[in-house]
Structures are given as structure tokens and as C-alpha cells.
């Protein structure tokens, strides 16, 4: 019985794992536990982003006419676009189809490339504008000139980090494009797709929480 | 194959779910319901992570230790915010932040 299991899922499987099931499970269990951890380290940065916002109010809303909400809208756009070409990437190695795995994480890696260009003209913008916090900062109306500097202080901590995971990751789908050209992956073996899935998906819920808190301030008011 | 494969419908359906969502938060920002309006983003912004977490990441098809991971870290992430509230809204600390270079 085990040889015959050993024999049908190749050579992937590593000795201390009973079967191919067993050891997706126990990787994704340790994903899911390296995504807490991330969970809890941008979870600090939206915890100190909620206090400043609670303590000056209208100096946060009144940032909000230089977030360029067509920009940030179509990079929330561009991400959920990419998430669901992971997704069918994922799908694509666990019914053993290589052509399309390669094709979709291509994809996921132009989209990727789209968002961090979009968030780069984004950056340069603010640049020109005297928006980046240092001594160059500049904000009209001048009375919320400290309070605004706070809120631009956590847009590109946030952002900047979550375009450091983007980076990352495009980095990972590289690899796994590689390993997939080079036939690594099957319908018994297909977990480092899946990790790298959750990954990907897991920095498009930061955007999904960050495009709200930092582009939809106060086009009401 | 040996986790659970989606369907692709599925994951259209959820896809176009997201985008009508992100449409939907961003039309009501200019919508004024006062205190409400940062509670409505906030509360879709919610219900598309789900999405996300739920399908995208396959969190309803994970073995129950794995899903016990997931809300363990949604309780900690409420430890966070609770705690660090629990301070800023009864010790009345302000924090007055100071022009570069002064």
C-alpha cells in the first residue's frame, strides 16, 4: 500500500509526511501562520493610522483631494484582476494543465508590474507636489500642515511596504514560472503554486483594506 | 490532484463580486452619511476580504486546525486594536507632532 502510494504521487514526497495530502496540509498550515504574523505586523501600522484619525479627524479628510482616486481605483481593479488569474494559476497546476499555469502566472506578473508602475506615477506625483513628509513638505490649508504630514507619514509607510510585498512577490512567481517550464509541478505536487497563491491574495486583502482608509476619506464633505 | 478544486465559475463569480464591490464603496464615498460613511467602507471592505480568504484562499476547505489558525489571528488582531484603544480613548494621551527641523 505505501509503496504503491509512494510509487503514483513520485518523488516529491518527503519521508516524514504519510502521503502528498498530508504534506500540502502541514504547508498550509505553515503559510497560514506566516500570514498571521503579517496580518499582526500591518495590523499595528492600521492601529496607529486609526488613532491619528480618530484624533484629527479633519486634517485627514482634508488630504483626501490629493489621492488620486482613478488611480487608486484602477490599481484595487488591476490587484483583484491579478488575484483572479492566481487563483486559475492554482487551479491550472492542480488539474496538471502546464501551458496554462505558465500563461496565467504570466499574467499575474503583468498585472503586478501594472500596479507597482501605477503606484510609481502615484509616488512621483506626491514628490512634485511636496506631499512626501521631510522638510519639503508643503499642505494647504497650513493649519493642517502637521496633522496632513502624519497621514502622508502612514500613506507610504502602508503603501511602501505592501509595494515591497508586491515586489516580493512578483519575485516568487518568477520562480515558479521557472519551475513550472521546467515541469516540477503535477497533479500530486503542485504546493508551492498554492503557497505563493495564499501569499498573493493575502496582500491583495492589504490593498482592499488600504484603497477605503486612504483613498475614500472625505469626497463627501 | 489532492486539495480541492474550484470551479471556474466560481471564481469569475467571485471576481466580478470584488469589482462591483470596489465600484459600490468608492460611488458611496461621495455619498455624506456623516460617521456612517467610513463604517460602510470598512464593513465592504470586510465582506471582500472574506471573499478573498473564503474562496480565493480555499480557507472554507482547510482542515479545521487550519481554520482555527485563521480566527486565532483575527482574535489576536482585535487584541491590537482593543488594547491600544483601551488606552487612547481613557488616558486622554495627545500627541502634537512637531514641524521638521524645528
Same mark, same amino acid.
Given at each position: ?68 482616486? /482613478? ?6 481593479? =488591476? ?12 487551479? /491550472?497546476?492542480? =488539474? ?20 507597482? =508602475? ?20 508643503? &499642505?494647504?490649508? %497650513?493649519?493642517?500642515?502637521? %496633522?496632513?504630514?502624519?497621514?502622508? &507619514? ?7 511596504? %505592501? ?17 513550472? /517550464? ?5 497533479? %500530486? ?13 493575502? =496582500? ?18 | ?23 459600490a464603496t468608492t460611488a458611496i464615498d461621495y455619498i455624506n452619511l456623516g460617521d456612517w460613511n467610513v463604517v460602510v467602507a470598512l464593513a465592504i471592505a470586510v465582506i471582500k476580504a472574506s ?13 479545521? #486546525? ?15 486594536? #482593543? #488594547? ?19
Amino acid at each position: 500500500m505505501a509503496e504503491t502510494l509512494v510509487e503514483t504521487t513520485g518523488t516529491h514526497l518527503q519521508h516524514h509526511f504519510a502521503d502528498s495530502e498530508q504534506q500540502l496540509e502541514t504547508a498550509t498550515l505553515g503559510m497560514w501562520t506566516f500570514l498571521i504574523t503579517e496580518v499582526l505586523f500591518f495590523g499595528g501600522m492600521f492601529a496607529s493610522y486609526a488613532i491619528y484619525r480618530a484624533m484629527y479627524p479633519d486634517a485627514f479628510r482634508s488630504t483626501s483631494r490629493f489621492m488620486d482616486i /482613478s488611480l487608486g481605483g484602477t490599481n484595487t481593479a =488591476v490587484l483583484i484582476c491579478s488575484s483572479l488569474t492566481m487563483a486559475l494559476a492554482v487551479r /491550472s497546476a492542480q =488539474v496538471s494543465k502546464r501551458k496554462h499555469l505558465i500563461v496565467f502566472l504570466c499574467m499575474t506578473i503583468c498585472l503586478g508590474f501594472v500596479f507597482l =508602475v501605477i503606484k510609481g506615477i502615484e509616488y512621483t506625483r506626491k514628490w512634485n507636489e511636496h506631499l512626501v513628509p521631510g522638510f519639503h513638505f508643503q &499642505f494647504e490649508p %497650513h493649519q493642517y500642515q502637521q %496633522h496632513a504630514q502624519l497621514l502622508f &507619514f502612514l500613506y507610504f509607510c502602508m503603501t511602501g511596504v %505592501h509595494a515591497l510585498h508586491m515586489i516580493i512577490g512578483v519575485g516568487l512567481l518568477t520562480a515558479l514560472i521557472i519551475m513550472a /517550464s521546467r515541469k516540477v509541478f503535477n497533479e %500530486h505536487y503542485y504546493t508551492p503554486v498554492e503557497m505563493i497563491g495564499l501569499y498573493w491574495h493575502f =496582500v491583495d486583502i492589504v490593498w482592499i483594506f488600504l484603497f477605503p482608509l486612504l483613498y475614500l476619506i472625505g469626497h463627501h464633505t | 490532484m489532492i486539495s480541492h478544486v474550484p470551479r471556474v465559475r466560481t471564481l469569475v463569480f467571485v471576481f466580478l463580486a470584488l469589482i462591483v464591490l470596489t465600484g459600490a464603496t468608492t460611488a458611496i464615498d461621495y455619498i455624506n452619511l456623516g460617521d456612517w460613511n467610513v463604517v460602510v467602507a470598512l464593513a465592504i471592505a470586510v465582506i471582500k476580504a472574506s471573499l478573498v480568504a473564503w474562496i480565493f484562499m480555499g480557507v472554507r476547505h482547510v482542515t479545521s #486546525l487550519n481554520r482555527l489558525f485563521v480566527i486565532a489571528g483575527i482574535t489576536w488582531l482585535s487584541f491590537l486594536f #482593543l #488594547l491600544t484603544f483601551a488606552d487612547y480613548t481613557t488616558r486622554s494621551w495627545q500627541y502634537q507632532p512637531q514641524a521638521w527641523g524645528h
